[in-house]
């Protein structure tokens, strides 16, 4: 469980002495006055100068989260970089609810899958180990807005080594930046990512994605199972375009412009199967809808992964499950 630091308000509350009997929620250390109408979560008693619970300081606050995930494919702006499912375990780590760090790594389960380009048999070996250090924080922004929730990392992705068709040995690392702004408090629950890739091709990614979180089991405060439905549009600059589209099928040359990428609409679910472990499954619709080049570009790399190298539909559904344990 996260231990999360004193606030300042609750802090002054204890040092001014103002200590009652024991609130409704039975936490003695929320300190309120007379008319307790204390909740496990919030704190609404009328004497209560912090308006919040006040939790006892275990020492050094840190979480951890240690989580499993399988996909039906290897998904990349909407196209398939790999045509079978994979497995990527992950986990990480916490402090102050600020700074945290992370590793995860993708595992293919089938012969032939991961990236193009000589990749070869690597059923059961991981294809990609990615490094992340990362500050993440919940902003108050009063009541009708709620938390602006902030993630700003860096990842280094080392990719495994190959050799190409020629028989040169490759090495493909990459490095990210990433910054994502969400507003999970406001109906629609808004979300913004953008990600710059710093080596492979110097690419910058924005999506932003709206949905709402719906409880199916339980109350609001605290569900068991929830469903969200979810719309997401890509934007690629030209250097991102161009990293994945050529302008002709089978043509070595790039397709020289950005704009809208790739349209997603996505369905989640989540089940808390007890406090500190959670079951997650999805199905996801990516396609190109609003420009033609990048949707005929979309066609061309989906087919490298037919076997009878068609010239494939633009679109792909794919789902995943994941099991996800924090403390």
Request: hydrophobic fraction near 35%.
């Amino acid at each position: 469980m996260t231990t999360k630091l004193m606030t300042m308000a609750a802090a002054f509350a204890i040092a001014a002495g103002a200590f009652a009997a024991p609130c409704n929620c039975g936490k003695a250390e929320c300190k309120c006055g007379d008319d307790c109408k204390c909740t496990a979560e919030k704190c609404e008693c009328a004497g209560c100068a912090a308006g919040v619970l006040a939790e006892e300081d275990d020492g050094l606050p840190v979480s951890a989260e240690f989580g499993i995930a399988f996909d039906s494919k290897y998904m990349t702006y909407g196209v398939i970089d790999g045509k079978d499912p994979i497995v990527t375990p992950s986990a990480q780590v916490k402090f102050f609810d600020w700074l945290y760090f992370g590793v995860s790594s993708i595992f293919d389960v089938t012969k032939g899958n991961g990236k193009r380009g000589g990749y070869g048999n690597r059923a059961g070996r991981y294809t990609t180990l990615d490094a992340t250090v990362g500050l993440a924080h919940d902003f108050d922004l009063g009541e009708d807005i709620g938390a602006l929730s902030v993630d700003f990392n860096y990842i280094y992705e080392y990719i495994r080594r190959y050799r190409d068709e020629d028989g040169e040995k490759c090495m493909d690392d990459t490095q990210y930046l990433n910054l994502e702004l969400s507003l999970g408090d406001l109906w629609l629950e808004p979300t913004l990512a953008i990600e710059r890739d710093l080596m492979a091709d110097n690419g910058t990614y924005v999506n932003f994605e709206i949905g709402h979180t719906f409880t199916l089991v339980g109350d609001e405060d605290d569900a068991t199972l929830t469903f969200r439905p979810s719309i997401g549009q890509g934007f690629g600059n030209t250097q991102r375009v161009r990293g994945y589209f050529c302008k002709r099928p089978g043509s070595d040359e790039a397709l020289d412009h950005g704009g809208l990428m790739d349209t997603s609409i996505k369905g989640e679910f989540e089940w808390a199967i007890c406090e500190n472990l959670s079951l997650g499954a999805y199905v996801a619709y990516y396609d190109y809808w609003f420009d033609r080049n990048m949707r005929d570009g979309a066609r061309w790399h989906n087919s490298q992964w037919s076997e009878a190298d068609r010239y494939r539909d633009s679109y792909n559904f794919v789902y995943g499950l994941s099991l996800t344990a924090s403390f």
